[in-house]
Each structure stands twice: as C-alpha cells, then as structure tokens.
C-alpha cells in the first residue's frame, strides 16, 4: 500500500505560508513526538529559510518518555532549539513564551537598542495535519481561540491570535508535501490521523501497525489484548488473533478484521495502548536539518 495524500487546498496553504513569513519573527513547527521525522515536512526548510526557528515535540505524554529525550537532543545537536510539549493537558507549554524569546534574544536586544518598546513578537505556527496546532494554540493562549479537532482539515484559512500583549500566533492550516518518498513516512503519518483513513484500507494499515508494535513494543500488545506476539508472525495474523481474543466475529465465526483494525487505530492515537515512539535516530545520520535516516 503506497500512502499519498496532498489535496489541492494544501498547495494554496504552502502558498500562503511562504507570503505571510514576512509578517513573522519566528516559525513554531510542531511535530509529533511519536513520529519526529516523518511528521516534519521536508518542504517547511526550504520555505522558512533563515527565519528563527523553535521546533515543538508535541504529544510528548503518547511517545516514549526516554526517546523523547533522546530526540530532543539529536535535534538540539543539529542546531534547533526543542521544546517538548502535550497539549491536551499543557505540559511544557508554558514554557513556549520563555522558549520564543530564548531564541530571539538577540533580536529582542536589538529591539531594544532602537526603542522598539511595546512591538510584539508575532510567531508562525506550521505543521502537518492532525499534529495538535490548534490545540496548542489555544493552552498557550488560554482560550478556545483556534479551530480544533481531532482529524485532519479543520484549520482552514489565516487565523492570527493574540496570547498576550507581547504576543501573537498565527495558526495555519496543515500542511503534507506532494510525495512522500520513504514508505515507512506515508504509515507512519496515517498510523497517527496526519492522512485521513478515507483514503486508505483500514486493516491493511492495522496490520502494519501489529507488526510495528509487536517489533518494539510487544508487552503493549499483551497488555492491552491479552496477546503475545510470536517470532515472525504476520501483521495480519496478529489483527486476526486479536479480534477472537476480543470477541469480534462475523457470520461462520470468522475474525471481524475490520472492526479490530478500526479499534486498533483508535486506541493507539487516543494512547490507550501506551506511549510509544516508532522512530529512533541511527547513527549514520547525516540529515544536518534532522530529515536524516530513521529506524522504524
């Protein structure tokens, strides 16, 4: 199964995203913190360019706590500064201000030496879908200013949003790029709702996901159904055994791999399985923006 999703819209939003840079002192790029390279889109380099940059890890509470760590500062490592950040329950985003104005710093004293008393730091914030913007938003602002959901699309349009009087967001739409040229980028994106399940078949998703679950992190798998993943079993042997271990059958007593598959995806983007990170840094990396080689 090959993974493409760029809708028209998105080449308008790249579009409006490059025009309104110039309004900016900073880009805030969220990613997810479970996927870190395959949720950063590749073309956000070439567009932000020079601009300061602050990228967020996002979802921290759903990735593994240690990987966590350990992307944080492979990417600090490669000159970004990094601000792990959950949004729903705003751990670490009340650090984003401080984090901004760190990075600034010597912007904001050459404000000062020009008695630019008063001028608020305007910050973009860019990501691909599904990756939490929205609601990000709206904890550092501490209100319900921007649209959120809890599937890809919802942003549509320039939204900017004042946090306080020294600061303003602008919340942009999601963003993909036309191809993802690694496979493993095009599930990883749908395993986390960044790419909308319309498009795809959901089982065979599911059991990809089985296989990548059972691979790193199989006692989630008995944990959460019961199940031990054996040597070499197939994904959808794995999604199989799974809907009889929870009942799920259908006429001829048959597994209702559909169902599962559905379940499976459900309670892995809500964390009900458990904090996990499905990439790791390896260490022939060479990617300088931090778009170098995963394992997965």
């Known amino acids: 199964m090959d993974i493409q999703w760029y809708p028209g819209h998105m080449t308008k939003t790249r579009r409006q995203i490059q025009a309104d840079l110039k309004l900016v002192d900073l880009v805030a790029e969220l990613t997810d913190a479970r996927i870190p390279v395959s949720s950063r889109n590749p073309d956000i380099d070439a567009l932000v360019g020079d601009k300061p940059r602050l990228l967020v890890l ?10 966590n760590r350990i992307w944080a500062e492979w990417f600090r490592s490669r000159g970004l500064a990094v601000l792990e ?17 760190t990075v600034l710093k010597d912007q904001l004293a050459r404000w000062k030496e020009r008695g630019l008393v008063g001028r608020p730091i305007r910050v973009m914030v860019v990501g691909v879908p599904n990756v939490g913007k929205s609601t990000f938003i709206n904890r550092v602002a501490r209100r319900k200013s921007a649209k959120a959901g809890d599937r ?25 790029w036309p191809k993802f040229e690694d496979p493993s980028t095009g599930f990883h994106l749908a395993f986390t709702g960044a790419v909308k399940d319309e498009i795809m078949d959901v089982e065979t998703l599911a059991c990809h996901l089985m296989e990548l679950l059972a691979a790193r992190y199989p006692q989630a798998l008995t944990d959460r159904y019961r199940l031990t993943p054996e040597a070499g079993e197939a994904g959808w042997q794995l999604l199989e055994r799974t809907a009889r271990k929870r009942g799920f059958l259908i006429s001829g007593g048959e597994p209702d791999t559909g169902r599962m598959a559905r379940i499976l995806l ?31």
């Open 152 to 176: 890809p699309g919802v942003t549509r349009g320039k939204q900017w949003i004042t946090v306080d009087p020294g600061m303003e967001l602008l919340d942009t739409p999601g963003i993909l």
């Open 58 to 67: 996002n979802r921290a509470d759903q990735a593994d706590p240690a990987m």
């Open 266 to 296: 459900d309670e892995y983007r809500s964390g009900k399985l458990g904090a996990f990170t499905l990439e790791s840094p390896q260490p022939d990396t060479d990617g300088e923006d931090g778009h170098g080689s995963v394992g997965a």
């Open 85 to 101: 950040t959950n949004a729903r329950d705003g751990k670490g985003v009340n650090q984003f201000s401080f984090a901004v104005k």
